[in-house]
């Protein structure tokens, strides 16, 4: 069992930065993928980052590429989500997520955080 707790989130004007940082109680050899997600009010949850714990090989989603940057600290289990040039429509809840095996980049994924708010003002 993973257990996964995000911090960081909040509040910040647009063009602003966030760092949302998530710790997975797992070893990491048990995780393959860790993962962003996001849900903005309304809509679906969708895919923004992920990482291969073991590799730091990463894919994102088209609307954060080159704002966004997903990094690991493999001492500290940690995964973190670096937010810059934020825009409005970047503002939703902001879920860390794991996946156990490899495969599809954006589906699958086995455990969940209870997900951060980020909001981004104009």
């Known amino acids: 069992q993973v257990q996964l707790v995000e911090s960081g989130g909040g509040l910040v004007q647009a063009g602003g930065s966030l760092r949302l940082s998530c710790t997975a109680s797992a070893r990491p050899f048990s995780i393959y993928f860790m993962g962003w997600f996001r849900q903005a009010p309304g809509k679906e949850r969708e895919f923004v980052a992920t990482i291969v714990w073991s590799r730091g090989t990463t894919y994102y989603t088209d609307s954060v590429k080159d704002r966004f940057t997903i990094s690991t600290d493999n001492a500290k289990n940690t995964v973190f989500l670096q937010m810059n040039s934020l825009k409005s429509e970047d503002t939703a809840v902001y879920y860390c997520?794991?996946?156990?095996?490899?495969?599809?980049?954006?589906?699958?994924?086995?455990?969940w955080g209870q997900g951060t708010q980020v909001t981004v003002s104009t």
């Open positions: 997520a794991a996946k156990t095996r490899g495969g599809a980049v954006r589906f699958d994924y086995d455990y």
